[in-house]
């Protein structure tokens, strides 16, 4: 028996154009999953979906669609089951940070004269919702809309990915903190819920990686070298180094296949020992 039982399921990937979620896509291809890849980059979509089907020889469909909004996530999910049929997988990944929604200090100096302005009361309220928005509601409104297949099969997997945020806030990044805890919440809720259908729900909590949403705050643009915050990065993670989308893939693995078959509602870190580390 393949207990992984992964070949010929469908899966839809959120964010799936962006830097960890085509690596995701790319693992499930290679396990004879039909992957749909699910951007609001409609060019980078494609070519995702185009680049697997080359390498893996297995079905796989860009998709332009906004994470925010039902109606286009329906009218994706009427193009994903008329191609592909039913779904069996929802990896919900896009999400990311702004600088809108970043303070520009770590902590507030209490002072007279502080410029508040850098602080918490700087935080603009609109770059608040959407970071909030698209990291919280574009796990729930894709879940809405998706998981409607796996419930009516009585099987099926969501996987949600959270970040290392979610267990300890990060300083400067209020809203992607609060969003990814409630990301996790939200995991274990809908495990709860759909425990008796069949579905399970669960969450990767990547470390820290390198990628386009998080380069403004560790790379210095004018060096190249890590920034301080970088560097903090490197001294709190054990093994003193960055993770590589790769080093999700295992995760994903087992969590979607039958592996796992008996495990929904965790949140499940892949960090070097981040979370596990005190600092002392
Ligand atoms: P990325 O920017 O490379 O990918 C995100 C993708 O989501 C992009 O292709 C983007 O076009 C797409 N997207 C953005 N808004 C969308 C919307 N409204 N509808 C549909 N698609 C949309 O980022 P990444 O670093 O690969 O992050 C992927 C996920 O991993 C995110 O949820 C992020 O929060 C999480 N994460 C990242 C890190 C890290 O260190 N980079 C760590 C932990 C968790």
């Given at each position: 028996?393949?207990?992984?039982n992964?070949k010929?399921?469908?899966?839809v990937?959120?964010?799936g154009a962006?830097?960890i979620c085509?690596t995701?896509?790319r693992?499930?291809?290679a396990?004879?999953?039909k992957?749909v890849i699910?951007?609001?980059?409609r060019?980078a979509?494609?070519d ?9 020889h297995v079905?796989s469909l ?5 994470v925010?909004?039902k109606?286009?996530?329906e009218e994706?999910?009427?193009e ?13 990944g ?11 200090v770590?902590k ?10 850098e602080t918490f ?9 959407k970071v909030?928005d ?7 409104i894709?879940s809405m809309?998706?998981a409607?297949?796996?419930?009516r099969?009585?099987?099926?997997v969501i996987?949600?990915?959270?970040s ?13 903190s609060?969003s990814k ?18 579905v399970r729900?669960?969450?990767?909590a ?9 380069r403004?705050?560790?790379?210095d643009?004018n060096t190249?070298?890590?920034t ?7 001294n709190?993670?054990?093994m ?8 999700l ?7 979607v296949?039958d592996?796992?078959k008996?495990?929904t ?16």
């Amino acid at each position: 028996m393949n207990e992984l039982n992964l070949k010929d399921k469908v899966a839809v990937i959120t964010g799936g154009a962006g830097i960890i979620c085509s690596t995701l896509a790319r693992s499930l291809a290679a396990q004879g999953v039909k992957t749909v890849i699910l951007d609001l980059n409609r060019d980078a979509a494609h070519d995702v979906a185009k680049n697997i089907e080359k390498e893996f020889h297995v079905q796989s469909l860009g998709i332009s669609a906004n994470v925010l909004g039902k109606v286009s996530l329906e009218e994706a999910k009427r193009e994903v089951n008329s191609k592909f049929g039913t779904i069996d997988i929802l990896v919900n990944g896009a999400g990311g940070n702004s600088p809108s929604a970043t303070t520009k200090v770590e902590k507030m100096l209490g002072t007279e004269d502080e410029n508040l302005e850098e602080t918490f009361f700087g935080l603009q309220i609109e770059g608040f919702d959407k970071v909030f928005d698209l990291n919280f509601k574009g796990t729930l409104i894709p879940s809405m809309v998706f998981a409607t297949d796996l419930v009516r099969k009585k099987s099926g997997v969501i996987i949600n990915i959270s970040s290392m945020n979610s267990y300890r806030p990060l300083t400067k990044i209020a809203a992607y903190s609060a969003s990814k805890a409630a990301v996790n919440n939200f995991t274990q809720w809908l495990a709860v819920h759909f425990s008796k259908t069949g579905v399970r729900v669960n969450a990767i909590a990547p470390g820290f990686l390198l990628t386009n949403q998080n380069r403004f705050l560790l790379i210095d643009e004018n060096t190249g070298e890590l920034t301080a915050r970088g560097k903090k990065i490197i001294n709190g993670t054990p093994m003193e180094r960055y993770c590589v989308p790769e080093e999700l893939t295992g995760t994903l693995i087992y969590l979607v296949s039958d592996l796992s078959k008996f495990v929904t509602g965790v949140v499940i870190p892949v960090d070097g020992g981040f979370s596990a580390y005190s600092g002392v």
